[in-house]
């Protein structure tokens, strides 16, 4: 049969427990000196330990080895071993995730008063106790207030808000904090040890950010790696393709390019990692990540870390629902190296839109660009005219078109705008359904060759629109003369 690693390295004695310190140290001296809570409620979230630490203490209270309750179970004798083995008789494991609790409490309730078959004291565990049913509660509540000499309880839940405040007052509570890095690699690291395996160092790392402070999802991530790398070394690499991670290798290489502040060369490089398929918002999310770390390792200067991930998630917020992504690539490494600059790449990006329609246009007109003069003026003045018009096609458009602003005409294109909160309205526009027939009207209203295009215009995208003299060249200047 096959038994998972997180099984087979449960910790069988305090000493293996990663992390929790505090707790350990503070049940370790109770069983030492044989003051033990009758109740314990053991909060915190899942895979931390709790009902590993459960059955420790129900080793301590039962082990033979001992003629009296101990911090130091043998792990050899008869009940040692059964309760390693799960199958000790005075150890009743109830999971209230799976089995909502009233039979079970009113079976505890029935037997409560025998005495323990083979040990000290009978140990009920009850993992996930917020999920017990009211009535469950209500009985497992008469038992808690008076519960027999030979009895203890030992509540286990990653929810004690749901935990009435009652029964939380007749338990000791220990709440169990994630583990620590390094504590989850000295753990980590003794499995892989036990097990032969031949590890990167950094592979630790990723396990503890993918496992986010989990000791049992850190053991479980540990399993796929082997399993996956059968009898082979974990590398770095192969973890991150296991997992799914943007490698180190690249995090890392496209710091260097930013640390050195060249823009062009970091450009180049997250063209690179495009052609290679990147998904853009989820690298700069995995390098905010790595700043994040290099940060507490002192290994980035804290305040060039912070503008970095700074920069990243502004962009990102700010460009959510921009669908070329590259270009918010682009928008990115220029808030990060060169944030002054910020309104001029936001122009790029109208820019290149402009540049799309109008190829759409040419190739449409035989390479003609109609330059219509239309001024915007006329065009707003048309304007209610033209959202009657719509309204009557489809009335959603009314909705749609509520916060719509005509701002711009350019060659032949109308630019109408948005605000933020309407971003809604926009993709709706931009849909076919609603593009074709209103472009339709719009040309009918104010000229055949016009195009219309929709954008979000922040206070800052009104500034820079403004100022739309030499847009080109401005955007040609900011990458050293080249438009990529
Ligand atoms: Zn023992």
């Known amino acids: 049969m096959h038994v998972t690693l997180y099984r087979k390295y449960r910790p069988k004695d305090f000493e293996e427990i990663a992390g929790q310190r505090e707790i350990v140290k503070t049940l370790k001296s109770s069983l030492r000196s044989e003051k033990i809570s009758h109740a314990y409620l053991f909060t915190g979230p899942r895979g931390l330990g709790k009902t590993t630490i459960a059955r420790l203490i129900a080793k301590g209270v039962n082990c033979l080895a001992h003629d009296t309750i101990t911090d130091e179970p043998c792990n050899k004798c008869d009940n040692c071993l059964a309760i390693n083995e799960g199958s000790f008789i005075d150890m009743i494991e109830i999971d209230a995730a799976s089995n909502r609790g009233i039979d079970e409490i009113r079976q505890i309730k029935e037997k409560i008063n025998y005495q323990p078959s083979n040990g000290r004291k009978k140990i009920y565990i009850i993992d996930e106790a917020h999920m017990l049913t009211k009535e469950a509660f209500n009985a497992l509540l008469k038992t808690l207030e008076e519960p027999p000499e030979h009895v203890i309880f030992i509540l286990a839940t990653t929810e004690p808000d749901k935990i009435l405040p009652t029964i939380i007052s007749r338990c000791q509570r220990y709440d169990f904090k994630s583990v620590l890095y390094e504590e989850m690699k000295e753990r980590l690291k003794y499995i892989v040890d036990q097990e032969n395996i031949i590890i990167d160092e950094d592979v630790y790392e990723i396990i503890y950010e993918s496992a986010s402070g989990g000791m049992r999802d850190s053991i479980s991530i540990l399993e796929r790696l082997m399993i996956t790398c059968y009898e082979e070394e974990i590398t770095t690499e192969k973890c991150e393709q296991i997992l799914g991670i943007t490698s180190t290798k690249k995090m890392k290489n496209f710091l260097d390019k930013i640390l050195k502040k060249d823009i062009r060369e970091t450009i180049k490089k997250l063209d690179e990692y495009w052609l290679e398929s990147l998904e853009v918002e989820m690298f700069f999310k995995d390098f905010a990540k790595y700043c994040k770390n290099l940060i507490s390792k002192n290994e980035l200067a804290i305040e060039e870390g912070l503008d970095i ?176």
């Open 309 to 484: 991930i700074g920069s990243i998630y502004e962009s990102l917020n700010k460009f959510k629902y921009e669908e070329d992504k590259r270009l918010v690539g682009y928008v990115i490494v220029n808030n990060i190296l060169n944030p002054k600059k910020q309104i001029e790449i936001q122009e790029k990006i109208i820019e290149k839109e402009v540049e799309k329609i109008v190829s759409i246009d040419k190739n449409e007109n035989n390479g003609i660009i109609e330059n219509i003069s239309l001024s915007l003026e006329e065009i707003q003045n048309k304007w209610s005219d033209i959202v009657n018009e719509a309204k009557k096609v489809k009335i959603t458009f009314s909705a749609f078109l509520r916060d719509a602003k005509p701002y711009k005409v350019d060659k032949n294109i109308l630019y109408i705008g948005f605000n933020k909160e309407s971003s809604y309205s926009k993709e709706s526009m931009e849909k076919k359904d609603y593009k074709e027939p209103f472009l339709e009207i719009v040309r009918k209203k104010i000229h055949p060759k016009i195009y219309v295009h929709y954008t979000i215009n922040d206070n800052e995208g009104d500034k820079s629109i403004k100022n739309e003299k030499n847009l080109g060249q401005r955007v040609e200047d900011f990458f050293s003369g080249k438009i990529l």
